[in-house]
Every structure is written in C-alpha cells, then in structure tokens.
C-alpha cells in the first residue's frame, strides 16, 4: 500500500471523520484549486496543518507541494518546519522549506521574505499560492484596516482579486479547529500569537472581544462590508480597464486626463486608489484626496509628491503616477524601469532572427547594450565604486571623466549591479559579466538616456 494511503488510513482509524464540516472543507479546497497545481502554505500551526490534511484528501499528490518558511525566530519555528516536512512526506507530499538567514523582526518583513519565497516556490513549481486564511482572519484584517484609515478598496481584505487562492475563507476559526482535532492533524503554536507587541494580536485577544460585548454580530459586519467592498473594487477595476486608456509599465500607471478631469471627489476617492493599485501603491485618504485636488485644478506639466517615492504628473492628455528613484537608493532591474533620466528596456537577442554571429557587430559593443545573466540592482554610482574589465579593476569615476560626463549629470549617472559587483555602467563601460555573447543565457538590455 503506498505511503500515503497508508498514513489516511491510520489517521482515519485514530480519528472520527468530521462529516458536516469536513466535506464542506474538502470541497471548498477542491473547488479552490480548479483543476490546476496547488502550493500549500504551511506554516505547521492549527489551520495551516488543517489544510494540508484537506488537501491530502480533496486533491491528487502529484498535484500538491508544500511550502514552509522558517522565520529564523527561533526553536519553534525550526520545530514548525520540521513538523510540516514530516506531515507532508507522510501524506506522500513533496515539501520545500525555506530558511530567512536572520529573524526580521517585524511583522511586515516576516511576511516580506515568506512572499518572496513562496513566489519563488510557485515559480518554479507552477499553479497557485494556497493559504488557510479563515473568516476570523478576514474580520481581523478588515478591523486593521479601519483603524488605519483605508477606502473601500482597502476594506475588501482579504477577498480582493489576487493570485492567491484561499479556500477556508468561508469558515470561521473553530470550525477549522474542529476539523484539525477530528482529522487527527497535528500542529505547533506558534508563541508570538501571543505577544500583544503585534497589532493583530492585539486585535484578536482584546479589541475584537471588547467589540463583541457590546455588540455580539460585530464580525457579521466587518464581514459583509468587507463583501460589498469587495464588489465595490471588481465594479471599478472593470470600469478603468475599459474605460480609462489604462497603460501600465514597470513602476508607471497612466490614464486618460478626460476620464478623471471631470469626475467628483466621491468618484476619485474611489478612482486614484484603484489607479494605485495596478503598480502596487496602496494610497491612504490623505494621498487620495490630494490627488483627487491635483486632478481638478493641475495644469499641463505639473506634477505632485506622494508618499513612498511616487508622484503624480499631469501631461497634455493623460495623468501619470510614477515612482520617483531616490539616487542613493538601489532599484531592481526588470524591462521597461524608468530611473531617473534613462529607461531600461530588454531587447530582442542580437543573433535572434539575423541568422548570423554579431560578435564584434554594433550589439557587442554598443556600451549602452548588456547582456545580464541574474537579478540586476540599479543605483547612481559612489566614491570607490570599481567596475572589472578583463583584468583591470578602475575607478567608476575614472570612466565618467574619460567618457566627458562630468558635473551633476555624472553626480547621477547609474551603475547596474549583480549581487554586490559593478557590471554595467550605460553608454561607458560593461564588464565581460555583462558582455554580449550570442548563445549566452541571459536578458539583453538596452539603456536610452534622455539627453542622448
């Protein structure tokens, strides 16, 4: 018998079968994943390890993998993690831990890096994120965000359209709990749900409570706007798409200036936010209404800051919002960046479609042109900054004074970074890790400055 098959059968024999709640559970999982791959966030506490066992039980194994993160906050964690690789390999379950090389601290920089290597894992994996989120979850998230001052937009929570599926939405917490005890799952808490030090905690174990002594249906309610939010932001993004001339680039959103000119500030406070969204700004009401004013009165070529690095800038026909780079700062490289004064485009690769060799042709030598083979960075260059060129390690400094760029244009000027090595300055100098090869792997980039 295989392994898997063996280890339900035993929990089945250890284990009442829930039959009310745990159909409903493992066909709301079933119909969540729709046919396609899932990866399971599993975190190994109580809900997480409840969907892994509906999951074992609604989908097929080879349809499954199972991600866990250990946050590097400590023994639990690491328990966590090796709770949830047992668990999976029982279940004939493929599972693939990452590890955070230090504890972040925070909330948000927890779940900064578990996103970031989830993406990775889905990635490769393909399919679909799986969380176990509940109601209790969503009533929470929904109270947060109230707190915080969101719009419409932000109140959908977690039902708003995203990538992520999250299939026991629709069941409270103790019903999630009834099924873990009943399917014979086990699971580790996690201390820090404890710790009032976190605002969802305090939320969870005291706003939330003192809610419902004075009013018992609090979380029907939360829940039901968070609904009819929801149903508020799928109206509005299906009216920019087709109404707006919505054009989205990386870091850069722009609509038609007739379309927002003439709208009320009820329609903007609904609009701009949803604008945001699309390039992942989430604005406040403070920004919104700043940007609903800039809408009514800005002329031609004006342009307004936001918060974060983002600005809003009026042109003949059309409203553009677009992330400002900050010169000190690093940005990451994807086609189509705007970085101050150049653009990052990638272009076809240079033997592709020519049926010849260009070595030694205009791409392998055009300085503004490079291959780059890895996640690339994009900063304005510092004192002691040196590229390597062959065998010759040289001053950044020593190019730009060499290529004329001098003054406050060179003060700017930007250099592309692979982990913590110089490869590329545009227009002055590649290194050969930067150098274009036909055959070799890689995105071709091309650079435009404006002032070219």
Known sequence: MPARARYLRTVGARATRPVGIGRRIEAAVRQGAAGERAVLAVSGGRDSMALLHAAARALPADALLVATFDHATG????????????EASALGIPVVIGRAERNAGTEAGWREARHRFLDEVRLAFGGCIHTAHTRDD???????????GAGARGLAGLHAATTIARPLLGFTRDEVAAYARECG????DDPTNASTAFLRNRV?????PALRRVSPGIGDDLAEASERAAEVRETVDAWLDANAGLRIGVGLASVTAAVLRD????????????????????MDRRGTARASAFTREARVGASMPLSGGWRITRSRDRFELHRVATPGNETPLEPGLRW??????ASPHPSAGTGRSTRGGAAASDGWVAQLVGAAR???????????????????????????????????????????????????????????????????????????
């Open 378 to 452: 994009v900063r304005s260059w510092r004192a002691g900054d040196r590229i390597t060129a062959g065998r010759l390690s040289r001053r950044v400094k020593r190019h730009l004074s060499d290529a004329g760029i001098t003054g406050e244009l060179r003060a700017l000027w930007p250099v592309v970074l692979i982990e913590d090595e110089i490869v590329w300055i545009p227009g002055v100098r590649r290194s050969d890790a930067a150098a274009v090869r036909p055959g070799r792997p890689g995105v071709l980039y091309r650079c435009d400055h404006d002032r070219r």
């Open 75 to 86: 023994p639990a964690a690491s328990r966590a993690a090796a709770l949830v690789a047992s």
């Open 340 to 345: 101050l004064h150049w653009t990052f485009s």
């Open 185 to 188: 799952a086990r699971w580790i």
């Open 138 to 148: 969503q009533v929470e998230t929904v109270l947060m965000r109230i707190l915080r």
């Open 263 to 282: 709208r009320g500030d009820e329609a903007l406070a609904l609009l701009w936010p949803a604008i945001a969204g699309r390039v992942g700004l989430a």
């Open 204 to 208: 969870r174990l005291h706003l939330l």
